[in-house]
């Protein structure tokens, strides 16, 4: 699962690649040269892209005549999200704990 | 996706009811810092030093500190006591007119490599493994 969340990190983390896969997961089946023309990237520059997304889970490819269609997998952000969710929980809990030790450490000594 | 999800990276910032140097001495202190992060902490920290966690679950994340700044910045990367990834930690101290602001965040840095982790137990086994076989061969 580990290496799954960094392969989807790294694919998200590059700002043309997150808006080819917004892009995917709006219009559903599509072809690079369809992407393409929607965006400022040549075909070939969407295509790469589009595998690195492909690698790490998000979008799944089917072969439509010459070209691949493309369509979003959402469910591969699930273990991104659910990193993100406990790691925010813990220092939700932590953050509360200092308050409430500095709370008591600043109260004078009954 | 949302923004908030692009990047491996969580923040969280508080207002607390205490002096900067309150705060300072809550992160860099042992016991103090034992008292709120969950789990018992040993912390050498200087720019290099070392440390772990003991989180309550009896799992051991090690510590390596990067930058320190005293009274206003302190850095460190751990690695997951059970699961999870290696992350950088970052902590920002600064005054308030009342009080002070502490924000944290964590940055994922990458999964935690578990078979560089296992290895020395694995081998560590496999080598008393091999002194049982020579112990019986002798018999």
Known sequence: MNRHVDAVFDALGDATRRRLFDAVASTGPVTATELAGDLPVTRQAVTKHLVVL???GLVTATRSGRENRYQAVPEALDDARIWLDEVGQRWDARLRA???HLGAASEPAP | MSDEHDEPVVTRSVELDATVDEVWTALTDDVERSAWLGGDSTIDVRPGGRGQVVEPDGSVRRVEVGDVDPGRRLGWRWSPGTGGAISDVEFVVEPLPRGARLTVTERRVGAYDVHAAT???????LLDLELLFLARSRV
């Open chain 1, 98 to 100: 200092l308050r409430r």
């Open chain 1, 54 to 56: 492909a690698e790490a």
């Open chain 2, 119 to 125: 290895a020395p137990a694995v081998i560590g086994r």
